[in-house]
């Protein structure tokens, strides 16, 4: 008989939606990977196992399968691939990256019986959009696991806080799990005794309002606490500007800004998954609005092997204003966005993973001497970027005819 904490039985009836989180040690991926691997023996299974980013398979839940299946004692049922998992009765487990995979493969999914997000905390809007209503088969479900962090994570407030219809929402932690080890009990100590604020996202699964060390923790607290982040809709009157941060296309991002007066409005944001340049300037250009300037930054001259041509032109040859920002030192652009932010309003329900990623944007931190180093380079930081750009330019941006300024308070919003 296979043994699962009482907490993770749930996993054997049907549901559209079975969430798990929690802390550190609860055996939420453990059990999830010997409950799928049950269920495809079975019977025959489509199942996808996906996270937000995975550019390759040892990012993948591949290797903890593989361990479960010797555990469970189904080698001989199930033939582990080099990408793939297989079944003698038709089961498969495949992996993917949803920001990888790109809205157009994400619909190829549709067939899936069960999808199985892994660490989901970093799912975006974008890509539950596309995904959710992609698993449509009869009876598929959608199966998500993660450790929360932010208050305002996009996995967090859209399962947990606002669940839909037909989930099935359990926290579960380390005191859940009768085969918590006593290694993972002396680490959870030490971190109690350590860190003690830390130790209550870590091990308790409790959120906060920014991860240790965020550089802009005190301006999207203040921003969120003067309500300068809620509804800041389109002004016609405005011109929109957008602000870019270049790299391969899925690591695109583009902010939408008006200016009036000293007031920066952040209205619309593409957070990535675009496959080429075009992708992103035909998102723009859906949106009907009165253009002003692309913004790029300064390797947006660069030539690119693939075309000869660089960013800034091919943008201009589809039509678009464009201004190269001048190269300028990382912490001296930091410097200038926390000032700039003070003056910035933002939509919540269009920029929401922008500020995921100002919150989760940090520096190096040495665990043993606490000294605090560069900034981390990871996927907060091309947000990040977009907003040192913007505290560049911000005064440059500009508008054909005079604006009325939109009453915010009238709104529900200080």
């Not at 999830?32 to 398979?57: D, F, M, N, Y």
């Not at 305002?152 to 037909?166: A, D, L």
């Not at 008006?258 to 992103?280: F, K, M, N, T, V």
Request: charged share 25%.
């Amino acid at each position: 008989m296979i043994e699962f904490p009482s907490k993770l039985r749930f996993l054997f009836q049907p549901a559209r939606y079975k969430i798990l989180h929690g802390g550190r040690g609860g055996a939420k991926s453990w059990g999830i990977a010997r409950a799928l691997l049950v269920q495809g023996a079975a019977k025959p299974l489509r199942i996808l196992c996906a996270r937000e980013t995975q550019t390759s398979i040892d990012q993948s839940v591949h290797q903890l399968l593989t361990d479960q299946i010797e555990a469970l004692g189904l080698s001989s049922f199930y033939e582990v691939k080099e990408k793939e998992i297989v079944g003698r009765n038709g089961t498969g487990f495949s992996f993917a990256g949803l920001r990888q995979q790109g809205i157009a493969n994400i619909k190829s999914f549709e067939g899936t019986d069960i999808v199985w997000c892994e660490e989901a905390e970093t799912i975006t809007k974008r890509s539950w959009d596309v995904l959710e209503p992609t698993i449509r088969k009869p009876g598929s479900e959608i199966w998500i696991s993660f450790n929360p962090e932010l208050d305002t994570g996009e996995t967090y407030q859209r399962f947990v806080v606002n669940p839909p219809s037909g989930a099935v929402v359990v926290q579960i932690n380390y005191y859940d799990n009768p085969w918590f080890p006593p290694e993972l009990e002396r680490l959870r100590l030490d971190t109690k005794k350590r860190d003690p604020e830390g130790y209550e996202t870590i091990w308790e699964g409790k959120t906060r309002s920014a991860v240790e060390g965020a550089i802009y923790a005190k301006q999207v607290e203040a921003m969120v606490r003067e309500g300068r982040y809620g509804n800041v809709p389109h002004d016609p009157l405005l011109k929109v500007h957008t602000v870019w941060d270049l790299g391969n296309a899925n690591n695109m991002r583009v902010l939408l800004v008006q200016r009036a007066a000293s007031e920066i409005r952040i209205i619309d944001h593409i957070p990535g998954g675009g496959i080429q340049l075009a992708d992103y300037v035909a998102e723009l250009e859906a949106k009907k609005f009165r253009y002003g300037t692309d913004y790029i930054p300064h390797d947006g001259r660069a030539k690119q092997s693939h075309s000869g041509k660089s960013t800034e032109e091919m943008l201009k040859a589809m039509g678009r204003t464009v201004y190269v920002i001048p190269v300028a030192e990382v912490e001296e652009g930091i410097r200038a966005a926390a000032m700039l932010l003070p003056r910035v309003w933002v939509d919540k329900g269009r920029c929401s993973e922008w500020m995921d990623s100002m919150k989760r944007y940090k520096r190096h931190i040495n665990k043993s001497t606490g000294a605090v180093g560069s900034p981390v380079h990871d996927d907060a930081s091309h947000d990040a970027d977009t907003t040192r750009y913007l505290a560049a330019i911000a005064d440059r941006m500009s508008n054909d005819t005079t604006s009325r300024k939109i009453e915010y308070k009238s709104l529900g919003y200080r």
